[in-house]
């Protein structure tokens, strides 16, 4: 299938850990992003990446720290997990930045104890 | 500021009924709005654009420059549009980042 995807699905880890969230997208897209979805269903851009080159930065605790290898992967690493840091987080790509539809993964649930 | 807002959290409708999903925006250059869906236990997808001025699953939105809305309107509601809905503005010069509303979900009831 040519989609977007996201590794775990689920992921529940403890106050101080250390947990990465990887993505790869199959669509021949050149923009890759990460989303954080909170609790009250709020989507917020964190970061994207466009060529392997960051685009956006958004204000984000430089414990979140984007990676992205390759045009089709941009993997998510956060330091120091903090119980704020729960949430569903989407990776999305697409053709271009400006104006092109976006498509997004299923998405990541952080759980932080 | 670069803001979209959805008034409504929740907005419940019997099925059959009109339904108008409220979006509101706040931005100083030529904006181009976008609505997404998210049904239960699926990713997020488009669901149109405004520049397409298309009609997807009988929805269809206006732009609006002089109120500044962008509202969602579908005549007659049915139970498989029950879902989260987000209303987004692209910032093409940031990036092309989208900013969201707060979303609103909708529920159809039969």
């Known amino acids: 299938d040519t989609a977007v995807s996201q590794t775990p699905k689920y992921l529940v880890t403890q106050m101080g850990n250390d947990k990465s969230i990887k993505c790869e997208q199959n669509l021949g897209h050149d923009t890759m992003y990460w989303y954080k979805q909170d609790s009250k269903k709020f989507l917020k851009i964190m970061f994207s990446y466009n060529n392997k080159e960051l685009i956006i930065n958004e204000t984000v605790p430089n414990r979140f720290s984007p990676k992205s290898p390759d045009k089709a992967h941009l993997n998510l690493h956060i330091n120091s997990l903090e119980l704020g840091d729960s949430a569903v987080y989407f990776c999305?790509?697409?053709?271009?930045?400006?104006?092109?539809?976006?498509?997004f993964g299923p998405g990541t649930r952080l759980t932080v104890t | 500021a670069q803001r979209v807002t959805q008034p409504e959290k929740l907005l419940s409708v019997f099925k059959g009924a009109p339904v108008e999903l409220k979006c509101n925006y706040s931005y100083s250059g030529s904006p181009e709005l976008f609505w997404y869906v998210q049904y239960s236990r699926q990713r997020l997808q488009l669901l149109l654009r405004?520049?397409s001025r298309e009609s997807i699953k009988g929805f269809t939105a206006d732009l609006n420059k002089g109120e500044t809305s962008f509202h969602l309107k579908k005549p007659f509601a049915q139970e498989e549009d029950s879902a989260m809905y987000y209303c987004a503005l692209l910032i093409y010069n940031q990036g092309g980042k989208l900013i969201f509303g707060q979303g609103t979900e909708l529920s159809v009831k039969p």
């Open positions: 405004h520049i």
């Open positions: 999305a790509s697409s053709q271009g930045y400006r104006g092109y539809e976006q498509y």
